[in-house]
């Protein structure tokens, strides 16, 4: 990965301010200290030094030296979430690579718009140019994609795999893309050998489980996504939810299907496990707000009420969990959540160190519409 001395000290200089060794409103040590100090020239340190007042870390005072500024807190006391004190505005060098490649698998995915959004935002206030490409879930393309990138890396990478809840046939290939440029995989709450930012599905969909189960639901069915890691890790979530309540796992409460071929599971002649399924149970959580959207009207046809009848509970919090039927849904971090990728790709760019990605996290949160009521019968009255 290129990298730049001057980084590495502007770096060190954010660190001794955020440690409060340099503390806001005073002059940081004159250039031979910080030289000496930091081990480099004087044109690094200049340089350095410019890096940290484009960003806002410090101001020049003509005749009397370089100052640490006031950064701009929440009230909590915490830096915004939006002007993230790990990221620096980083004027390029000539000739430097300033190109950030974007593979998503659908660019159809609803979500994906906020994704790509805050991604380019953060981007673009740090001088970089998004390149987006889409696999469209084909593993020929996606092979294609990234042994390009190894004859033409980009700056950084970040990557979510065609069918990301299967065993990829691109493993190998990936993993030596991983080796070669500052990478990250999205849409991914844990995998092995490669570094990830974390969407939470898992808790978000215990969340929705528990909150069903407090209506007084004994027996809940899924219909999750098989071939998406966030379905499988929903799919988790509601079975934490389970053995936290001592409530059995019925296999035949489940439904698995294929994301592309969704539809499938709601034509007018029905589903077989579909149809089996939903007459066992009195609720059903749904991989995402668009999947509880098709149920809820697939459900209407037959004449099946929600939630009088049934309850359905979606995730993503998106438009789709506000036609019709409002529905009972978890949020996705969505912009927010492009943000902290792109933010943690930079701090991989500029560091040397190895980067806590932990860091990044966006709490899910239930929503509750109108979608989930008690069992038909059990009344809270």
Not at 116 to 142: F, P
Not at 171 to 178: A, I, M, P, Q, T
Not at 358 to 372: N, Q, T
Request: hydrophobic share 35%.
């Amino acid at each position: 990965m290129a990298d730049f001395k001057y980084k590495q000290v502007a770096d060190n200089l954010r660190v001794c301010i955020g440690e409060g060794t340099f503390k806001p409103g005073e002059r940081i040590p004159t250039e031979p200290e910080l030289c000496e100090r930091f081990h480099v020239g004087r044109q690094t340190l200049r340089k350095a030094v410019a890096l940290m007042e484009e960003a806002g870390y410090l101001r020049r005072v003509q005749g009397s030296g370089t100052y640490v500024c006031e950064r701009e807190e929440n009230h909590g006391g915490e830096p915004r979430r939006d002007a993230p004190e790990y990221v620096m505005r980083v004027p390029a060098e000539e000739g430097e690579n300033r190109t950030i490649t974007l593979v998503m698998m659908n660019g159809k995915s609803y979500v994906f718009l906020d994704i790509m959004q805050g991604i380019s935002e953060v981007l673009t206030a740090n001088g970089y140019i998004l390149n987006i490409v889409i696999t469209d879930g084909d593993y020929d393309k996606e092979r294609m994609i990234l042994e390009n990138m190894l004859q033409n890396p980009p700056a950084g990478l970040l990557f979510e795999p065609v069918c990301s809840g299967l065993l990829s046939v691109n493993d190998s290939l990936c993993r030596e893309v991983f080796s070669r440029i500052p990478a990250l995989m999205i849409h991914m709450d844990s995998v092995p050998h490669f570094p990830f930012i974390a969407l939470n599905d898992r808790q978000g969909s215990r969340m929705l489980a528990n909150y069903l189960i407090s209506l007084g639901h004994k027996r809940i069915g899924t219909v999750y996504a098989f071939d998406e890691y966030t379905g499988q890790n929903r799919y988790r979530g509601f079975l934490d939810a389970l053995r936290e309540h001592g409530m059995r796992h019925i296999p035949g409460d489940n439904v698995w299907m294929f994301h592309e071929r969704m539809n499938d599971l709601f034509k007018a002649d029905g589903c077989i496990a579909l149809e089996r399924m939903r007459k066992e149970v009195t609720a059903i959580m749904c991989h995402d707000d668009r999947v509880a959207s098709k149920l809820i009207g697939y459900l209407g046809k037959k004449q099946v009420r929600v939630p009088e009848d049934i309850s359905v509970v979606g995730y993503d919090n998106s438009l789709y969990s506000q036609l019709g039927v409002a529905i009972t849904t978890v949020t996705h971090p969505g912009t927010e959540y492009g943000k902290m990728a792109a933010d943690a790709l930079l701090q991989m760019i500029y560091s040397q160190e190895s980067v806590d990605l932990s860091r990044y996290s966006v709490e899910p949160e239930l929503v509750i519409r109108d979608s989930a009521g008690p069992p038909p019968e059990v009344s809270l009255d």
